[in-house]
């Protein structure tokens, strides 16, 4: 190789490794989670072979982590994070506590102390941003109810561990004795809460009125380019400064650049044009934490990585699914809520690193937080999948009755979106027979109040169709624009009724071919409808010239 280049082997190495390792975890019905921790196992230090740069890698993986809270906030207005603070603040700051004190036994227990214990705990209590926000995505629960708890949540928490990071020098100089006073602690705290209070007052002010008017004259200008560099510019400059300037973390910075930009009417736009970095750099953040783990801590000191394990996957969660019980929620929330927090993340390691710096953690603290880290978010995505059984099983009984009321040659829809509920509303005009599939509580609520047979969860799994009375249905309306979704649906549906006429809607030609492949009958295609019915409109064939 003529050039060193370790920034573009670093990223060849994890993108390629992830892909080829996610794309067969995938195939064996597993999460591609599990191939991006892999692909970082095997690109680390602790593997024979190539081994990524380590200091870059994170470093990438904190731009997915930018731009996935920028996203979120798109999506998320500042109503959104004041009607869930009444269980979001007092949960978030409980269930620390609570995790905590588990870490702090268990530290007793090894011989640590308190004040290992303390910061062993406080790295267990708070979970991945990345982890948290893909799986709500993936079943597209960030915009319900439940979803915004969960973000409230994971806002909270990181506000709280900011804190805990400007004060655990503090701390550590205390534990020596040559620490500070009372008196300055307190100084230190207010200090840190004053100038995370003044950056919120500056978005929420002048943020609000100033971003949003960037965003719309870079789409005045009529550049595709500009407008994408002005949507990074945004997200990233934001998160930087916010950091430098007032010591919030880059996630939390992005996400309050993404909630005032929310209000603007470029918003959706800005997400699609953020999306496929996001997601890129986001699978180099799985890379970074599979780099970070050393396989032999499991044969070495395996009690001590399932008793660590237990606190994050097992204790944190039946504290948060009470915590959210206590406040009246429903056990569907509840376990959404449990099932989020069931893993941790980027917080953690920058605690442990820190607190092993400042001498407060004894050596193999480190260890057992990473494999906890690494094993938690290997186990998430299964305990989703145990969580969308469940609700899926509880759910169809209660939506079966309908079905078998004399439900035959009737119509499932899947998706009541924009698209979906105009579907809905055409076809309940006609008296057309209609089942409709929907995974998002707001839609779910309007099939529910137009009076429409409803079965509420993910299409795409075979009993959830099959409550829908697909085996009986005569035509599939898959109205969702997920593609790869929509062909997994069509293909269970295929299998259980192979006669069935399925119509699914498509945003390109190679969309179109995959969806045809995997069974479908008829494509509806956005821009060709548009274009047909522009062309349509044009009353005469007549060509004016224009002037000149």
Known sequence: MPHHAPLIAAIVAGIVLATVLGAIANRLRLSPLVGYLLAGVLVGPFTPGFVADQELIPQLAEIGVILLMFGVGLHFSLSDLL????????????????????????????????????????????????????ALEERKLTETPRGKIAVGWLIVEDLAMVLVLVLLPVFAEAQRGDGATPLQLLGTVALTLGKVAIFVALMLVIGRRLIPKLLERASLSGSHELFTLTVLSIALGVAFGSAALFGVSFALGAFFAGMVLNESELSHEAAQETLPLRDAFAVLFFVSVGMLFDPSILLREPLQVLATLGIIVVGKSIAALLIVRAFGHGLPTASTIAASLAQIGEFSFILVTMGGDLQLLPAGASD?????????????????????????????????????????????????????????????????????????????????????PLVFGNGATQDLLRAA????????????PNALEAARIIELARADNPGIEVIARAHSDAEEKHLRKSGADQIVMGEREIARCMAELVRSPQVVPLPV
């Open 368 to 452: 057992l937080v990473l494999a906890g880290a690494i094993l938690s978010i290997l186990l998430n995505p299964l305990l989703f999948v145990v969580l969308d059984r469940l609700e899926a099983r509880g759910r169809s009984k209660q939506t079966m009755e309908p079905v078998s009321l004399g439900y035959s040659d009737h119509n499932v829809l899947v998706g009541f979106g924009r698209v979906g509920a105009q579907i809905g509303e055409q076809l309940r005009g006609k008296d057309y027979p209609l089942v409709v599939i929907e995974t998002q509580d707001d839609p779910a609520d309007a099939a529910r109040k137009q009076g429409l």
């Open 469 to 480: 009375g697909i085996k009986r249905a005569s035509r599939l309306l898959v109205a969702i």
């Open 83 to 134: 009607s869930v603070k009444h269980i979001a603040i007092p949960g978030a700051l409980v269930q620390i506590a609570v995790a905590t004190a588990m870490g702090v036994g268990l530290a007793l227990f090894l011989g640590w102390g308190v004040a290992a214990g303390l910061v062993f705990g406080l790295a267990l209590s708070v979970a991945s941003t990345v982890v948290l926000l893909r």
